[in-house]
Nanobody
């Protein structure tokens, strides 16, 4: 069992920045990869970024590549998402996710076993 708690969401103007955090607890030794997904009203949950916990390999969706940076602090069991140059279309609830087993499908929500409660990010134009 892994528990995830997100923080850092809020309201920001277009072009601004936010840093999301996700604190993991429980059996964190099982974590192989963690990721960020987002979901806007009326839309499907969308992959944002993922990171392999040990190697640090990173993966990004095309829509955020070059603007967002995913990182982790292994000692603190914390995941981060630095979001720069935010756009109104980035507005969504952002979810932290984790999985215990390796799987090449980093962008598939169904491959993740543990989820945070979500944090709202709103970008005004």
């Amino acid at each position: 069992q892994v528990q995830l708690v997100e923080s850092g969401g809020g309201l920001v103007q277009a072009g601004g920045s936010l840093r999301l955090s996700c604190a993991a607890s429980g059996r964190t030794d099982r974590i192989d990869a963690m990721a960020w997904f987002r979901q806007a009203p009326g839309k499907e949950r969308e992959f944002v970024a993922a990171i392999r916990w040990i190697s640090g390999s990173r993966y990004y969706s095309d829509s955020v590549k070059g603007r967002f940076t995913i990182s982790r602090d292994n000692a603190k069991n914390t995941l981060y998402l630095q979001m720069n140059s935010l756009k109104p279309e980035d507005t969504a609830v952002y979810y932290c996710a984790a999985r215990p087993n390796y799987n090449r499908d980093y962008d598939s929500a169904g491959r993740y076993d543990y989820w945070g409660q979500g944090t709202q990010v709103t970008v005004s134009s």
